[in-house]
Nanobody, 124 residues
Framework: QVQLVETGGGSVQAGGSLRLSCRASGRTFSNYAMAWFRQAPGQEREFVAAIHGSSGGTYSADSVTGRFTISRDNAKNTVYLQMNSLKPEDTAIYFC?????????????????WGQGTQVTVSS
């Protein structure tokens, strides 16, 4: 069983930056595709960014491309989300997700492991 724990959320003013971290338990982390999703109040959870396990190839939503960067450190079993130029509409709970089959996807149902989420609040 894999456990994912997110850290790094908080409150920031518009234009600021935050870096989220997600640490995974387990020995085969490098085989997993990892992703970040977010859920704003009253809205459905939406895809933010994903990263392949071994190649490090990335894929992100249009709404965050150029502002957010996903990366990973397989030696530390950790995936990161660097968020720059934050906007009030980025306010949400951010979830880390993992797919043990290594498939990079923006589809929520493709991921079999999820963290509990970390709150990000951006004020104007």
């Amino acid at each position: 069983q894999v456990q994912l724990v997110e850290t790094g959320g908080g409150s920031v003013q518009a234009g600021g930056s935050l870096r989220l971290s997600c640490r995974a338990s387990g020995r085969t982390f490098s085989n997993y595709a990892m992703a970040w999703f977010r859920q704003a109040p009253g809205q459905e959870r939406e895809f933010v960014a994903a990263i392949h396990g071994s190649s490090g190839g990335t894929y992100s939503a249009d709404s965050v491309t150029g502002r957010f960067t996903i990366s990973r450190d397989n030696a530390k079993n950790t995936v990161y989300l660097q968020m720059n130029s934050l906007k009030p509409e980025d306010t949400a709970i951010y979830f880390c997700a993992g797919d043990s089959r290594g498939r990079v996807s923006g589809i929520e149902s493709m991921y079999d492991y999820w963290g509990q989420g970390t709150q990000v609040t951006v004020s104007s």
